[in-house]
Each structure stands twice: as C-alpha cells, then as structure tokens.
C-alpha cells in the first residue's frame, strides 16, 4: 500500500433538499438509483473469505523483513506482496464502507466496517518496516538493483518518492508505532461522523403553511435558497442550535484532531503540521500562500458582490441566510433523468470516449441517488479502488445544485476510472489537490453549456449569479476556511488553549472580513466550525480553491485550443500519482506555483459582476 489515505478521496459538497415531509424508505427507492455494491461482492461470505485471507497475509510480512537490502528479487516480492493485500484490502474497505454510509444506524455495517478498520492498521503495523528498510538501501542502491531486477523500474517513481520524505521516515519500531496509533488519531473524526449524521437532532421548523419541516443536513441547505426569508431564518437557527448546544464538545473533538496532526508532524520532524499535510504531495507551502495572499490582496469584487445583493434583494440588513438565496425567481425542477442529461450535453466537448464512461456509470449502478433516513449526509466519489469501478453517493432533491454535484462528482469518477484503467496498483490513486480539479472543471462546463443555452436575458441572469456563487463558495470560502485552519493550527502549535469561544471569534473575525461590512455576522455562524468535517482532514479544504483555479484555466484552454487540449487534460486523468501532482498538472499548461490561476479566477468574477449589471 503506498499511501495512508487512499480511501479519504471523497468529497462533501454542500447538499441540496427540497420538499417537506418525511424521507422515503429505502425499499421505497427504485433499484435503478440505487448502488449495485454486488460490482465489489456478490455477497458477504465473500467479503468474509477475502478478509480471512488478509488476516492470514498479514502474519507473512514477517518473511520479508529484515532481507529486502539483500537481493533485488527480495525486494521485489515483497513489493508484489504488499501490492496484492492492498488490492483485496482496498477491496474490503471500499465494500465496509459504502454499506454503512447507506444507514449510519445499521449495527452489523457498523461492525463490518469496524473490522476493517482494525484489520487495516494491522496490516499498516506490519507492513511498516518497508520503508524504513527501502531507505536503508540508498537511492544508489536501487539504482544498481534495475539491472538485477528490470520489473523494480515500475516502482521508480515511487521509490523517487520515498527518498524525497527520508529525513520525515522514522525507524522501523517508530513507524509501527505511528501505524497501531492511526486507529486512535481516526477517533475525533469518527466521533464527530457519528454525532452529527447519527446522533444530532435537529428542532423542525414550520413551513409556509404552518406544516413541520423536518430538517437535516440537506435540508438546511435547500431552506437556504428558498425566498421565504422567515422560514429560512428559522431553519438556520434551528439548525445551528444543535451545533451551539454542543459546542464543548466538538471544540474537544476539533482540538483532538489538531493535537493528533500536530504530535504525528512533530514525530516525523516537520516544522509544522501544515508542511507535513502538503508534504505528502509534495506541494511547495508557497501555493498555499500564494493562494491565501492572493484572495486576501483581492477582497473588492467578493464585497461588489455583497453590496448588489444586498441591494437587489431590497433588504437593511443582510444576514448569512440570506447569502444563498437567488436574486431570480429561476428554480425550475430537475429530476434526476433530466439532470443526466444536461451533464452530457455539457460534456460533449470531451468527445466520445468521455461521455461514453459516465453513460455506463448511469447504466450501470455506480450511484446511490436518493437521501434515505440515516443515509450519510452529502455527496462523494469513492475514489480509486483497483480493479473494481468507483461509486457515487448522491442526496439528490430535483434543484439545479444537484445538477452541479452530479456533474462534479461524476468528474471525481471518471478521474479514478481512467486512472484505474490506465496505471499499475502502485500508482492508481491521486492527490486531493488534483482531484479537485477534474470536479470542478465538469461544474465550469456545466455552467458554461447552461448560460450558452439559456432561453433568456433573465435566465442568463440567474446562471450568473450561480457561478458568481460558485467562485464564493468554492474559491473565496474555502479560501476562508484555509486561513481559519492554518490560524488554529499556528495558536495550537503555540500551546494556546482553543476554547469555544476562541474557534468562534476567529471565525466571525474572518467571516466579516471576507464578506465585508455589509454582511451581518449572526452568532449563529460563528459557530459554523462545529459543522464543518474537513476541518478534520488536515489542511485538506484549500485544494478546492486551488483546484478550481486550475479548472478555471483549463477550461479556457479547452475553449482555445480544442481536441489537443482535450487530448493533454485526458492524460492528466489518466496519470494517477505516477508523478508528482504539480508537475502532472504542468503538462495541462497551468503552474500552481505561481499567482497566475488566481487572480485569473477573481478577474473572472468582476467580468461576471460586470455582465450581471449590464444585463440588469
């Protein structure tokens, strides 16, 4: 196994319900739009046989240790050993997992996903002393060993990468260590996974017509865009009271989860957890920087956006519930079918063989559509699991968002498929930081075919205004969430205690500060650090800016170039980790290391206000 998060590549985007009333059953939910989780295992006693045998392996790790600087074949078979318990183990993870997201209440899922889980640090534990021992042997070492050994050149780049982290890889005994205590480190996380998804209830509110509104996750959102101002303002309240009433708690979860990425930082002597977070992709600290400079040096067109919402929506103040809700009435239903659709359409540009593979992905199972009772909140793609197709999970309520994360998560999808497709176990996965730019250049073209089509002036207004709102949520704020994380981190690496208090009024303080002085920070949205999950990723959030001005450039270059650019951004989904992601991204055209994508984004946002005022 050759990286720690293979299976963390999901994506949570903010989810969209629609309609009151109680969630469907799941037996009430078509097959169609249901996973077919038979693709991983055709039943369970199969999954039990794959995990006996991985638990067996797991002992034979023994026999290879202490002997792969003795021979190039040793070394070599201890690769393709390790390579096969990773593929049934990756396996077996991907099938525990998909289960229990499908009810979070289900006890036997919870227990399947529970033995992998343990089974997964054993057989990281025992597996540990390949690195160390790899290092031992030099770069020159292995170098010498090709010629013994020509099938050890498919591990070239991963050995280039080994010896790239050798001063952060401890001895083998450390290494083990660190591995039985990932289980321990997961334990904030899956705390916070389980109360907020499981556990947490939240107060219903009343709807037009005086009737319950059941809330949840999903729901929160869609009430966020409706033009009842009232019944939005209550489901926000409503909603964050849950979060506010346990603040203590996840303040101690939050903590925990920094405490643990710090101390494992700190134990493989990175100078900070965020250097160690970017490390693991070799990505320069100064992209991260150059971002959070970049959009703190440009706050103008994000406040030119406040001030003209504020003003179209005819209010004196203006609120965070207030930020979602469209300034037209342009909110047509999409079901499902007809949301496939249009994601094709959009991508026709991408040619055949592109649209081909998501038309299987919607023939043959591959999503999960429907929110269901204690069906995980949000939306991902299961990322990359060697020799079986991913999955996508989906909360799909028939509103225009939904279009935008089937089509994101679908760019998610075929990325892990092509790479499946096209490289070696060793190098059939990606970095976070590329993979937010194959779901976002989807949502780009999506938004580009919708505008180029629409049927009006009006209707070109309300497309605007959407990807006005996506360069706010998924560039300037999770911008915003970037600088809140690397602020907590510096404060708790400088020992200072992080109360509830103290995580808020960071929070409002940059809230303010990127909204401007027309927003009306609530108390409630101080607290929306409790609810956000990948504050538990470890300075994970600011690939979505970077990836969607990455998107954003590779767009254009589509739009310019044509088939070539077609052909290059198709070898990037193809690449997997089989270089280092910058330099993988280099070959589109578009350098992360530089300002450029950026500011390119925010010169697009003012051309987007520009064209909004003109047609308004």
Partial sequence: MYTENRLKNFYEPEPNLANGGKLPARDQIEEKYKWNLKDIYSDEKLWNEDFIWVEKKSSEYKKYEGTLSKS???????????????????????????????????????????????????????????????????????????????????????????????EHTLSKEQEEILALASEVRDVPYNVFSLLTNADMKFPAAKDAGNND???????????????????????????????????????????????????????????????????????????????VNAVNGNFAPMHRWTTLKKKMLKLKELHPYDSYVSLFSFNPEYKFEKGKKIVLDSLECMGKDYCSSIQSAFDNRWLDVYETPNKRSGAYSSGTTFGVHPYVLLNWTDLLNDVFTLTHEIGHNMHSYYTGLNQPYVYANYSIFLAEIASTFNESLLLDHLINTASSSYVKLALLEKYLNNITTTFYRQTMFAEFEQEVYKKAENGEGLTPESFSNLYRDLYQKYWGNEMIVDKEEEYTWARIPHFYYNYYVYQYATGFAASEALVQKIKNEGSSAVEKYLEFLKSGSSDYSINILKRTGVDMTTTEPFTAVITKMNYCLDQMEELL
């Fill in 72 to 166: 190039s074949e040793a070394l070599h078979d201890c690769l393709k050993f390790d390579d096969e318990v990773g593929i049934k183990l990756e396996r077996l993870c991907l099938y525990a997992s998909l289960s229990k997201d499908l009810d979070l209440k289900n006890t036997k899922q919870m227990e399947l996903d529970g033995k992998i889980k343990i089974l997964y640090t054993k057989v990281m534990a025992a597996n540990s002393f390949i690195r160390p021992e790899i290092l031992a042997i030099t770069r020159e070492g292995i170098s010498k060993m090709y010629a013994d050994k020509p099938e050890l050149k498919l591990y070239e780049h991963y050995f280039d990468d080994l010896f790239r982290a050798a």
């Fill in 213 to 291: 509104y059941e809330v949840s996750h999903a729901r929160f959102y869609s009430a966020l865009y409706t033009p009842d101002r009232k019944f939005r303002e209550e489901v926000y309240k409503n909603y964050y009271s849950s979060f506010m009433n346990f603040s203590n708690t996840f303040a101690a979860l939050l903590n925990g989860a920094l405490k643990s990425n710090i101390f494992n930082a700190r134990a493989r002597k990175f100078n900070s957890a965020r250097e160690a977070a970017l490390s693991n992709n070799n990505i320069p600290v100064a992209v991260y920087d150059n971002l």
